[in-house]
């Protein structure tokens, strides 16, 4: 009996754009792994599985977020998961019904993920991000933020390794929503967690920010080089501690260089990469005041010209804390 050689997969490939462009023209395109359309101008719902409605006010006329791959994408629903996939990556996103309790809310929808994640043949997700209504509300450890940490460790059903915890984004819904939304980037391969040396890992916070240390990573750095480093939520700490609480532009700089010493960190496994976030990378900005808005993008405008960016009206999970970024860099 001969022997077939083995063919290797492709290596996984991940292209983010920011379109300006009707969801349903982007939707066309065959190797479109997701799209996302940010706040009221978008469109509410689509039939297509592809698209997710993110339900974030923004600043100005947000552009939608693309994801397109290196092959061509099948998709589908299935057990309320809307999911795709193509050329080695999975995008799956699911949206529960928030009804105040968000320990119970988070522990329902990771155990799902967890199913999810078990029966699929792509299961390490590289990238989460959460979306709850009053993420800060309630004091101490009744706050919503801290019952989520509770409730999504309890739907892993495990202690995560440090080598497994994924890039990930928690931020609130500034006006009630009644739902939680959680969605992922999963590959075929695992990738490299990556920690910033200016901060104490997360899942290592000491008991004053909580019962249960959040589950994720600085940042995750793919196995394959034709995919972006992937940022986490990324706000300005140092240590474990929160800084610059008076000044909005003070936590920008704070940010800004736990940027640069995230990327030094990722060209330290990846020389490759560009050591400034520059016309390929993809910034998200979430700001807890929405007069702030302008202050915000004109801040980035100035700082990081190069660099396309969305800004959004969404709440940071600690009160003192106005403002977050997440994205990519390649």
């Known amino acids: 009996m001969s022997v077939l050689p083995t063919v290797a997969s492709p290596a996984a490939a991940l292209r983010v754009d920011y379109v300006d462009a009707p969801a349903p023209v982007v939707l ?11 706040g009221a101008t978008a469109p509410a719902h689509l039939d297509d599985p592809r698209y997710l409605h993110v339900a974030l006010p923004v600043h100005g006329t947000a552009p939608l977020e693309a994801w397109r791959v290196e092959a061509e994408v099948t998709c589908g629903r299935e057990d309320g998961i809307a999911w795709s996939t193509g050329g080695g990556l999975q995008f799956g996103a699911l949206e529960v019904v928030d009804d105040g309790d968000s320990e119970a809310t988070a522990a329902a929808a990771y155990a799902r993920l967890q199913r999810w994640l078990a029966a699929s043949d792509h299961p390490h997700p ?20 801290r019952r989520f940490c509770v409730g999504r460790a309890r739907g892993i059903g495990r202690a995560l390794a440090p080598g497994e915890l ?28 990556l920690e910033n040396p200016r901060q104490v890992q997360a899942w ?9 240390p959040p589950g994720f990573a600085r940042a995750l750095l793919p196995a394959s080089t034709a995919m972006p480093l992937l940022v986490s939520g990324t706000a300005a700490v140092v240590g474990h501690a ?4 008076d000044s909005l532009e003070a936590q920008l700089e704070e940010i800004l260089a736990n ?3 995230l990327i030094a960190t990722a060209r330290a496994h990846r020389p490759t990469l560009p050591p400034q976030p520059g016309p390929d990378a993809r ?6 005041d929405a007069e702030a808005l302008p202050r915000v993008d004109a801040w980035l405008a100035a700082h990081l010209p190069d660099v396309p960016r969305i800004v959004l009206h969404g709440h940071v999970c600690r009160r003192e804390l106005r403002v977050e970024i997440d ?4």
Do not use: M
């Open 28 to 38: 066309a395109d065959p190797r479109l792994l997701a799209v996302f359309g940010f």
């Open 242 to 245: 929160s800084r610059h609480g």
């Open 259 to 261: 940027l640069h010493s």
């Open 283 to 288: 910034l998200k900005a979430y700001v807890r």
């Open 166 to 193: 994924p890039a990930a984004t928690a931020i609130g819904h500034p006006q009630p929503t009644g739902r939680f939304q959680l969605y992922w980037l999963a590959a075929r391969d695992a990738g490299t967690p």
């Open 327 to 330: 994205g990519c860099h390649a």
């Open 126 to 145: 590289l990238r989460i991000w959460n979306y709850l209504d009053a993420i800060t509300a309630g004091e101490g450890d009744a706050e919503r933020y």
């Open 204 to 212: 290592r916070y000491p008991r004053q920010y909580g019962p249960q």
